[in-house]
């Protein structure tokens, strides 16, 4: 069973993404939005790319969750970086406070994510289908049931 805080989690990396892929589509349009991609084809590469990587990371897929948060920490970790050095330099305004902010939960969502599905104790979704929970669970019956049976072996 997952726990809450993988939900969670999960949702959060879900909304983030809904985020991103709204931001870049309000940039494509000339429309004005609080955030703007870094770079408009490196994130529309990313999205495409993250879509199979959340798939995995509901599957508990390990591979999956290092390689959403190695993709999201190289673009934006570079980019937090720049940001701040940029708010140091220039003070805080709205503009860079939200990219700040923007990229910060950039990092720290696919950190997280990466961190819960490596460290979890429950990290698979279950042991088998539960339609066969009643066939697995009675093992040492059935066992119990061969043995008795092969010592009562009447012939006729």
């Known amino acids: 069973m997952i726990s809450l805080i993988s939900y969670l ?8 993404w809904v ?3 709204i931001a870049t589509l309000m ?8 955030t703007q991609p870094l770079e408009v084809n490196m994130e529309i590469a990313l999205l495409f790319v993250t879509l199979p990587c959340l798939i995995g990371i509901v599957k508990r897929n390990r591979a999956f969750a290092a390689i959403y ?11 937090l970086y720049n940001v701040y050095i ?13 990219d700040l ?3 910060f939960f950039g990092v720290l969502l696919p950190l997280l994510t990466f961190l819960d599905v ?12 539960h339609r066969e929970d009643g066939f697995y669970a009675n093992e040492k019956y059935d066992r119990k049931f061969d043995e008795r049976a092969d010592r009562n072996q009447y012939r006729t």
């Open 9 to 16: 989690l999960t949702f959060l990396d879900v909304l983030f």
């Open 19 to 21: 985020f991103r892929a």
């Open 27 to 34: 940039f494509q349009l000339d429309r004005d939005f609080f």
């Open 69 to 79: 948060f190695a993709l999201y920490a190289s673009y934006f970790g570079t980019a």
């Open 86 to 98: 940029n708010c140091t330099e220039t003070g805080f305004n709205i503009v860079n406070s939200s």
């Open 101 to 103: 902010l923007c990229t």
């Open 118 to 129: 490596f460290f979890n104790k429950n990290r698979g979704l279950g042991h088998g289908a």
